[in-house]
């Protein structure tokens, strides 16, 4: 039954999948800039020889060799003689350290890190190997031990005065009541420490004669170390 609907003309057809396929060109062009800065960013930090393994990996998975090659920088013909060179010294030696450090990573139990898994190499086995090396290869195969569990340290908990005069500092007359108290203030040569001798009556710092290693200023006793002789000295001086 005709409802009047009229089909779309072959012109309208191709003029709309001329359209998408307009947008998907846009689309695309815009993953090839994007994977060429890529691209760049890799030949900055990756080695050669290993973009010759992302290579072979995209050639496996159905990519070009020379399309390949061109996305990550490198050459068909260094590919190709990559693939029959035989492994270099180093590469031995450090696929062999890689076995040792994997083995003694799990007989720690994963426990073991860089430090720790040099010192049984070194000193247990016997095999000369530097630190950096083997953080170079345990980063290359995801290994990692525990982190150490630092104690914290102990403080003994301060002794506690007891109030003498329960926060009354009213006195009817002088030399009834007398306060001190140690001040901090940093100096250029180290932490410098101040002590005061005051009446509560007569609001008056009491002088004092200082020991030859200490200062004394205007009833304050300086000292470049916080201890009981700072104070007792002043008291008794007072």
């Known amino acids: 039954m005709d409802r009047g609907l009229k089909s779309p003309t072959p012109e ?7 359209a998408v396929a307009q947008r998907r060109i846009a689309e695309l062009e815009d993953e090839v800039k994007i994977l060429r800065k890529a691209a760049a960013a890799v030949e900055e930090v990756v080695l050669p020889k290993v973009r010759y393994g992302l290579v072979a990996e995209l050639a496996a998975e159905g990519v070009l060799v020379k399309r390949a090659c061109l996305a990550l920088g490198v050459s068909r013909s260094g590919y190709y003689d990559a693939r029959v060179r035989p492994p270099s010294a180093r590469a031995i030696r450090h696929a ?3 076995d040792q450090i994997g083995a003694v990573h799990e007989a720690s139990r994963q426990t073991y890190g860089v430090p ?5 190499l070194v000193h247990g086995q016997g095999i ?10 345990m980063a290359r195969a995801g290994l990692a031990g525990l982190p150490l ?8 908990p301060a002794r506690t005065v007891t109030d003498l005069v329960k926060r009354d500092f009213r006195r009817n007359g002088p030399n ?9 203030h940093p100096t250029r040569e180290g932490k410098l420490y101040c002590c005061v001798v005051l009446d509560t009556t007569l609001r008056r710092w009491f002088d004092s ?3 030859p290693h200490r200062v004394s200023r205007g009833g304050q006793r ?17």
């Open 116 to 120: 720790r898994i040099h010192a049984e």
């Open 12 to 18: 309208a057809v191709e003029s709309a999948a001329l």
């Open 176 to 184: 009834q009541l007398w306060v001190t108290d140690i001040t901090e």
């Open 209 to 211: 004669v200082a020991p």
């Open 128 to 137: 000369v190997v530097g630190h950096n090396t083997i953080a170079l290869l």
């Open 96 to 98: 062999w350290l890689t």
């Open 149 to 156: 569990r630092r104690r914290a340290k102990r403080v003994p």
């Open 222 to 238: 300086w000292s470049s170390s916080m201890a009981r002789g700072l104070v007792m000295p002043g008291v008794r001086a007072a």
